[in-house]
Each structure stands twice: as C-alpha cells, then as structure tokens.
C-alpha cells in the first residue's frame, strides 16, 4: 500500500513541460469569446466548439518515470428481487406500496429494480451486478414543483452526506475500504421555467467523485445525489462499481509523449477553435472507467491524465484537464 | 348592448372553433404513427473548415428510426448526408418532409440558430425563423446536435411552432459529443422495448441523454407547450409528460388556443 503511494506521490510531482502549437489555418477568432471551458470544449456565442490539432511540436523537458498501477477487477454481484425489495423498502427510497418490479435489458447487462406502477413509475430504485445503483422520484421529473424552496448549497451537501450514509447501510453494495467518495462541487442539476419564462433551480447535483487508494476514477464514474425542495433527495446515482484487485499490475505500455501525440481531439457536434497554444503543466497516472452503468465491463483501465494550460491568440488562458490511455 | 354583443360573441366564438376544425382536420392526419430521419456525417462537400465531419451521427439517428420502426411506427423517410437538406425543415419544403410525418429525428452539427447540413439551399443552416412546424402532421421534433435550445437564446425556438401544431422539441443547451447510441436509447425509454418501465417523452429524452452521455458539464434541454393557471402560474399540464402514441396514456390532444403562447422549457446536468 505504502509503495503504491509513493508511486502515485512520485507522479503526481512530476512536472512535465511542453508545447504544441495548434494551427487550423489563417482564420481568426471574431468578438469577444466566452470561456467556458469544459472537458474540451470552448463556448462562445455560437455555442460549444471544440479544437482540432493539425499540426503538433512536443518537447518534454523531463520524461517521467511513470509507473505500473494495480489492476482492478469489476466483480459482478448476484442480483434478484429479495435483494431489490429489501434495498427498495430501506430507509433512503422508502418504495412500499404497489411495488412493481422490473428487468431492463440493456446493452450487455441488465438492471433489476422497483418501482411504483402509478402510470408515470416513480419512485423507482435499479441496481445493476456492477454495484452501481440509481433511485429517481416524482419530483426528479422536473415540471411538478412551482419555485421550488432550495436549502442552500451547504445544507444540500449535508443532506446528500446524510442520504450515502443511510444508502450504506441499505443493503445495496456501497464502495468503501480503498474506494472512498469524496466530495467534489454542488451545481444547479436542473431548471425549469416559469409562468413568465423565467428559470429556476429545480434541484442541487452534490457531486462526489471517487479514488482507489487516492488514486482518482476518472470516466464514467462518480456520485451524484440530487437534492430538491425542502430538501427532498429527488434522484441518486451511485456510478460506482464494486473492484477488486487482481493481485497483478497494469503493465504501461505508452509513453506520455505517445499518449498525448496520439490524443484524439474531442469531437463534438459543434464547431472547432483555432489558433491555440497548449502548456502540459502535470501528468500523473489514473484509473479510468470507460463506459457508462448501462454496458458490462471487466476492469478498470488506467489513463494518464495531464493537466493543460490553452492560451489563445490574445494570451487569455484557460485551464483543461486531458486523458490519454497508457495502454495499447 | 347585449343584444349587439351577444351575437356578435357567439360569431366570434364559433368562427374561432370552426377554424380551428379545419386546421385540425384538414391538415394533420390524427394517427401520430410516422417517424423520419436526417443525419449528415460527411460535411466535406460544404469545404468549411470549421463544420468537420461526424462518425456516429448515422448510428445515432438510425437507431431511433429502427427501434421504433420495430415497435410498429411507419418509417417514412431516412435521409443521410446529401439526401438530407435543410428545406425539409423550412417553410419551403417541410410539408413533403419533416412535417409530413408525427416524430422528426435529426442528428448532425447544431448552434443557438439551427442545425447545419451538407447541401447549400442555400446557406446548410435549417435556421429556426425560416421553420414553422406543426402546421400540417408533426409533432415532436428531436434535435441530436450542439447548442439548439440554447438556454440563452430558448425563446426563439417558440417562434417555430405552429398554432395547433408542434407539442414539443428536444435538443441541448450546451455542446453534446458524438455519440452513437443515443437515439436507441432514446426509443427503448419512449417505448419500454427493454423492460425498463416507460416513460414519458421528456422523461426519456432527460434519462437517455444522462445515461448515454454521462457528463456533468453537457446540459440536455427540452421546449414544449404546457399551460399555466393563470391567475397563480402553477403548472397545470404540460406536454412533456405525453407518451407515445399506443403506450401508456399516449399523445395529448393538440395544444389548446386558449394556452398557445405558453411554453415549458427544463435544462439538466447529463450526468449518472
């Protein structure tokens, strides 16, 4: 455990410089461009767009020593209705009356769950042989509630704390030990609009992300507890995955340089920026889950993650995270 | 005075209820069973530097159309790339297209204005003032592209619907990635195909976008008609809970003149 540490400690430290020109052609960037940054994509007032690298010059000032991680096994947990019903009827998702339960076949798993059969199906809990697990209420649904009364975001992450410790002890599977939640932001998890058009806040995202022996589980993976008025746990999404290790390493086969070089840039369905420059300012090793609850998966794989400084053309810079896998 | 107001009333009033008689009748064909696609992949012939090409948008809307094409809907038209064109969406050709058909599915590059194709009728935008949709069949359209129902500029899309016409559209208020399985995901929660319990037409547009994209910073959106109690402004119906013709409590009827100007529009976190 202590060397695994030192491991990811050794880098995590390691400061890697570089940089690459992205040239997309003679084009500029007209008006003034909103930052929005995230997960790859520029906002501005045609919408998101994302960045095309046509042309790529890396020079790494130091070549870290990456090294291997643990291998992480997804084990997958046997599921039936006993087990729904005695999680459904817990204290968290209180599903008594009229429980109707379900199979959804998806694309290579299923999800067995609850759920009231009142014609519009909620509450309804779905658990999944990952380990994941996800709960909606009536009021997930959004339009039912008028200016809804919101706690504030500190008593959001209070009630949401309170919620995974009696989700914890629910029945269902809940990942402790080496895998620990931590809490990462509270963000507006829907809006709706009133009357006159104007919106409000239907509900709190408390958003907790996860780490493997502080290692942190990047992709699909993560919690989110929704919380609504009067503080009402509206919807619960436990994408987690119960993981047990192999007993063997993940052998690295990329280098960062390669990883980085062969990097794709996102593709999304807007339009692209140009003429960027990019600062690789950190690159450390992390696991990554690649697909979402709804597709089967064995184990978890492990990416590097760099941390990236963009400037534009007028010096303004904004900071993105990037990951590339480490194995081929 | 209410010898001449009366009459003149009871002119009015049936004038207005005749007409709407023969919008319905005469344009929508009343069976909300046909379904139609459009996707562009290949934006090359366009030679826009910035308008790049997409993988998966065929995946995506094909899925729709053959989930559903399954459950019994009557497929009308599936048009990719060069088939596709804007003016299936416009004023000018929709009623031959996307408003000769209940459910339009389009999949491709979007922004706040409209969504983009790869033929020039004349400038690949189907932009949102030259559509008024709802007029003659459709009545949902779902957007799988970047940025249309944009949160600040959402109100724009209202000018789209037609009287008596379109209960609602889907699309996103921020980018959305390009994803290929979005649009059967989206069939299997409007038609319960794989078990999971149904859900509405919002309700699946809101679950399918949060499991098959799964991230916390791409904001999916919904526009619809819904009416207010006018005196406190609570809700009081909303399209976004209709079903599916033939499952569950299915479509609602078209939206009543009383509520035309009347909208409901939700934003949410795509995230498990």
Not at chain 1, 69 to 74: D, H, T
Request: net charge negative; proline share 5%; hydrophobic share 40%.
């Amino acid at each position: 455990m202590a060397s695994k540490k030192i491991i990811f400690v050794s880098i995590a430290s390691i400061v890697i410089v570089c940089t690459i020109s992205l040239w997309l052609g003679n084009f500029s960037i007209n008006g003034t461009l909103d930052y929005d940054l995230d997960y790859g994509y520029y906002k501005d007032g045609q919408g998101h767009a994302s960045f095309n690298i046509s042309e790529t010059v890396v020079i790494w000032e130091t070549r870290p020593e990456l090294e291997a991680l643990p291998e992480l096994l997804i084990e997958k947990i046997p599921l039936d209705e006993s087990i729904v019903q005695q999680v459904a009827t817990s204290a968290p998702f209180k599903i008594h009356a009229n429980m109707q339960f379900y199979q959804a076949n998806w694309y290579d798993t299923i999800e067995l769950g609850a759920y009231i059969n009142d014609g519009k199906g909620y509450p309804l809990l779905g658990l999944f042989p990952s380990g994941a697990i996800r709960y909606y209420t009536p009021e997930w649904s959004g339009q039912n509630s008028f200016a809804p009364i919101l706690p504030s975001e500190a008593e959001a992450k209070q009630i949401a704390d309170n919620f995974l410790s009696e989700v914890q002890k629910s029945g269902a599977f809940f990942p402790t030990g080496e895998q620990q939640l931590v809490f990462s932001e509270v963000v507006p998890g829907s809006q709706s609009s009133d009357a006159w058009g104007n919106l409000y806040t239907n509900y709190w995202n408390v958003r907790y992300n996860v780490e493997y022996n502080g290692i942190p589980i990047s992709g699909h993976y993560g919690v989110t507890v929704s919380v609504g008025a009067g503080g009402q746990v509206v919807a619960f999404n436990g994408n987690w995955r119960n993981l047990v290790p192999s007993g063997d390493n993940v052998n690295i086969t990329v280098t960062p340089q390669q990883a980085l070089e062969s990097c794709p840039p996102p593709v999304i369905r807007g339009t692209p920026v140009s003429f960027i420059s990019m600062t690789v300012q950190d690159v450390k090793l992390v696991y990554s889950c690649d697909v979402g609850i709804l597709h089967d998966l064995d184990s978890l794989s492990v990416v590097y993650e760099f941390s990236v400084m963009l400037t534009d053309t007028n010096g303004r810079q904004i900071p993105l995270v990037l990951y590339a896998g480490a194995t081929a | 005075m209410k010898l001449i107001g009366y009459p003149l009333l009871t002119i009015l009033v049936l004038a207005s209820l005749l007409s709407v008689g023969v919008v319905m009748a005469g344009n929508d064909d009343g069976n909300n069973v046909e379904i139609g696609i459009e996707y562009i992949m290949d934006y090359a012939p366009l030679g826009i530097w910035w308008i790049p090409n997409l993988d998966n948008t065929g995946l995506d809307a094909q899925g729709w159309y053959n989930v559903l094409g399954n459950q019994g809907f009557t497929p009308v038209f599936n048009n990719g790339n060069q088939s596709a064109d804007e003016s299936h969406f416009e004023r000018s050709d929709d009623a031959d297209w996307a408003d000769n058909v209940d459910f339009a599915y389009f999949a491709g590059h979007g922004n706040s204005t409209g969504f983009l194709f790869a033929t020039n009728n004349p400038n690949h935008l189907a932009s949102y003032d030259q559509m008024t949709l709802g007029d003659q069949d459709l009545e949902w359209l779902f957007v799988s592209a970047c940025s249309v129902l944009q949160y600040s500029t959402r109100w724009q899309w209202c000018n789209i619907f037609a009287s008596y016409g379109l209960h609602g559209m889907t699309g996103f208020d921020t980018s959305m990635p390009d994803t290929p399985t979005l649009g059967s995901l989206f069939a299997y929660y409007l038609t319960g195909t794989n078990g999971f319990p149904l859900r509405s037409i919002g309700d699946a547009w809101k679950h399918a976008t949060i499991d098959d994209i799964d991230d916390g910073d791409i904001y999916a959106a919904i526009l619809c008609r819904a009416q207010y109690d006018p005196v406190t402004g609570i809700l009081t119906f909303n399209y976004y809970d209709e079903q599916m013709p033939g499952y569950g409590s299915g479509m609602y009827p078209d939206p009543d003149p009383m509520f035309i100007g009347n909208y409901y529009y939700e934003n949410w976190a795509c995230e498990d």
